[in-house]
């Protein structure tokens, strides 16, 4: 069965960093697409990072472009984010997430989620 | 920016219908977008229910429906139930490897 399981938050400080993994078994995760979705306390589900199955591009929301980069790594099974020059909206529960298409094919959702990972961004 | 807006919130009768809808700020939703429809109750992580407009993911019971209603996408609960109580948002694919979250929409069941 699919598992996706984050880890890597915690308090940072505003301008800091953080690393967040998301360990993933239960499938060919060199075959899948891959998202970060956050969900700021009280507030909605946004779209944060995708990565192609392939690694070869990464897609970013506007408002964490140029500070978040997405990445993953097939011999550790693993999706990360960076995420540098942490603001206090970037406080929020980070869900790690599998796209539903095999290699590629253009479907266009994600499929499971994990259970999430808090960051809290405060002085 | 775009927006992709949702009612705020429904309340339905257990056993009543309830439609769900997900437009944009400007233009329609089509079935390029792929809508795709999410379900989640407090302190849970969200559960997939629908996508690619009306395909329903493994597991969801057929009570859950997808669909294009004019310039919306749509989800419509059919014999709500009380697990049905839930936040419910949609997702559209805007352009290459970008996506778009709705505002969520609130559901009651009373």
């Known amino acids: 069965q699919v598992q996706l399981v984050e880890s890597g938050g915690g308090v940072v400080q505003p301008g800091g960093s953080l690393r967040l993994s998301c360990e993933a078994s239960?499938?060919?995760?060199?075959?899948?697409?891959m998202y970060w979705v956050r969900q700021a306390p009280g507030k909605g589900l946004e779209w944060v990072a995708f990565?192609?199955?392939?690694?070869?591009?990464?897609f970013y929301a506007d408002s964490v472009q140029g500070r978040f980069t997405i990445s993953g790594d097939t011999s550790k099974n693993t999706l990360y984010v960076q995420m540098n020059s942490l603001r206090a909206e970037d406080t929020a529960v980070y869900y790690c997430?599998?796209?539903?298409?095999?290699?590629?094919?253009?479907?266009?959702?994600?499929?499971?989620w994990g259970q999430g990972t808090l960051v809290t961004v405060s002085s | 920016q775009t927006v992709v807006t949702q009612e705020p919130s429904f309340s339905v009768s257990p056993g009543g219908t309830v439609t769900l809808t997900c437009g944009l700020s400007?233009?329609?939703?089509?079935?390029?977008?792929?809508p795709s429809w999410y379900q989640q109750t407090p302190g849970q992580a969200p559960r997939t229910l629908i996508y690619?407009?009306?395909i329903r993911s493994s597991g969801v019971p057929d009570r859950f429906s997808g669909s294009i209603l004019g310039n919306k996408a749509a989800l419509t609960i059919t014999g709500a139930q009380a697990n049905d109580e839930s936040d419910y948002y949609c997702?559209?694919?805007?352009?290459?490897?970008?996506?778009?979250f709705g505002t969520g929409t609130k559901v009651t069941v009373l």
């Open positions: 990565l192609r199955y392939d690694g070869s591009k990464e």
């Open positions: 997702m559209l694919y805007m352009r290459a490897g970008l996506y778009v």
């Open positions: 400007s233009g329609s939703v089509s079935t390029t977008y792929f």
């Open positions: 997430a599998k796209d539903g298409g095999r290699d590629g094919y253009n479907i266009n959702y994600i499929d499971y």
């Open positions: 239960g499938f060919t995760f060199s075959r899948y697409g």
């Open positions: 690619s407009t009306n």
